[in-house]
């Protein structure tokens, strides 16, 4: 898979699109928790669709809709593998040592994590 890497920006556009599965600009805008200028997310989608790839647009009356190409989780995955490279050098053990010594994880959090590891080691 492609690199998808996302600006805080993008992430919070494309947060609009996915939850909605099918926005205008205006709709988008409505939607933002912060305050964006209408030609700022208009400019953010046009990105996300002619250069990031990410979404894709059709002409509906005298508007575009934009829906989602990729998934939430596809760029979460992309992006978690990248930040693994980066910030841990590819180590994913590193990562999640990182995330659980921090203290953020709550009970059921860590609950979660041991059943998904066990799942992994029943898969071995």
Known sequence: MAKLRLTKCELE???????????TVQEVVDSLERTLAYTTVMTTLKILDETRGVIRKQKKGRAYEYE????????SRSMAAELTQCLFGGSVKSLVLSLVEDNSMSKSDIEELKLAIQSLEADA
């Open 68 to 75: 989602p190409v990729v998934s939430r989780e596809q760029i």
């Open 13 to 23: 556009v494309m947060d609009v699109v996915w939850r909605k599965g099918r926005v």
